[in-house]
């Protein structure tokens, strides 16, 4: 093993913490079952203290949202000189902030839906090149969280109180039909993809958590030549944004077999319910070999 004593940071201060304490104990206990040493660290304004005292080779990062997914954790475990999993400060503090992600895939030629940033101070009609029915969702959150589709005028009033009370910048976008297929990236490999049959309107935060909230595809129920685009595309996100470990790139496929990308999540899910555990698995990883890969590549970035 490249590393003996993990620390799994875990819990954390986002609106996701509960997803993250589920998480962090499913990886807790599979590192323990491989043979390795893990010392749980629920993460709080005094991580330095925390890594200090925890004495660790290297961190398992099982956080979500903001202070764990955002480049802050990354930044300070950079400047302690303890490897991490994941994706280094720069593409970590980029992928949680949707509309600067959308530039940066806009750049590289990857169809993102049309969409505008609105913040308090400006919040606008919608641009004439935005139709409704548009998703509304804060421009710093995971996890659906504060996500909505307005139909009506009305709709969207009230989408856009929710979200903003979630982050100070919201991102709305043109709805986009189609299916949701999301993509597994680790390292170099494309690990395969699922596709999300929601059992509400759409995959929010109920149908990702909640048992029988959705019923996943693997394969997706599509062409092959469809499935060949999109597993190409996960590939290029990740390497757009610059992630590194494990990453989750979500799709929509329209009827025509048009391609827009989401948004990509540098710290996928990691519960019973996740979707790259359900990924790798298809793929010939069990949930043991998923997390020793991943705490393997764990690394400084600088």
């Known amino acids: 093993m490249k590393f003996n004593r993990i620390g799994i940071l875990l819990g954390g201060l986002s609106r996701e913490r509960e997803v993250?304490?589920?998480?962090?104990?499913?990886?807790?206990?599979?590192?323990?079952?491989?043979?390795?040493?893990?010392?749980?660290?629920?993460?709080?304004?005094?991580?330095?203290?925390?890594?200090?005292?925890?004495?660790?080779?290297?961190?398992?990062?099982?956080?979500?949202?903001?202070?764990?997914?955002?480049?802050?954790?990354?930044?300070?475990?950079?400047?302690?000189?303890?490897?991490?999993?994941g994706s280094n400060v720069l593409a970590s503090a980029l992928a949680i902030d949707k509309a600067k992600t959308r530039r940066v895939l806009s750049d590289a030629g990857i169809r993102v839906a049309p969409g505008v940033l609105l913040t308090k101070k400006n919040q606008t009609n919608l641009p004439s090149h935005i139709q409704l029915p548009v998703v509304v969702k804060p421009a710093e959150e995971g996890s659906s969280v504060g996500v909505s589709i307005a139909k009506t005028a009305a709709d969207y009033a009230k989408a856009l109180e929710e979200a903003f009370a979630c982050s100070k910048n919201v991102l709305v976008e043109q709805f986009i039909a189609g299916k949701e297929v999301q993509v597994a990236v680790l390292g170099e490999r494309v690990l395969g993809a699922v596709e999300i049959?929601?059992?509400?309107?759409?995959?929010?935060?109920?149908?990702?958590?909640?048992?029988?909230?959705?019923?996943?595809?693997?394969?997706?129920?599509?062409?092959?030549?469809?499935?060949?685009?999109?597993?190409?595309?996960?590939?290029?996100?990740?390497?757009a944004v610059g992630c590194a470990g494990a990453a989750r790139v979500d799709f929509i496929l329209t009827d025509t077999g048009d391609v827009y990308c989401l948004e990509i999540n540098t710290i996928p899910g990691m519960t019973e319910t996740s979707l790259l555990p359900e990924i790798a698995a298809h793929a010939g990883l069990n949930f043991e070999q998923l997390v020793t890969e991943i705490i393997e590549s764990a690394a400084l970035h600088v």
Not at 57 to 80: C, K, S, Y
Not at 202 to 214: I, L, N
Not at 218 to 236: F, M, N, V, Y
Request: charged letters at 20%; proline letters at 5%.
């Open 197 to 239: 049959e929601p059992h509400r309107e759409f995959y929010d935060y109920s149908a990702k958590y909640e048992p029988g909230g959705s019923t996943h595809h693997i394969p997706p129920r599509i062409a092959d030549s469809s499935l060949q685009t999109l597993l190409s595309a996960g590939k290029e996100v990740f390497d």
């Open 20 to 85: 993250s304490l589920a998480g962090g104990k499913a990886v807790s206990r599979a590192l323990q079952n491989c043979g390795y040493q893990v010392v749980e660290i629920d993460v709080t304004h005094q991580l330095d203290k925390q890594l200090r005292a925890a004495d660790i080779d290297a961190a398992f990062i099982v956080l979500h949202g903001r202070h764990g997914e955002d480049g802050t954790v990354q930044g300070m475990l950079e400047m302690m000189q303890i490897p991490y999993t």
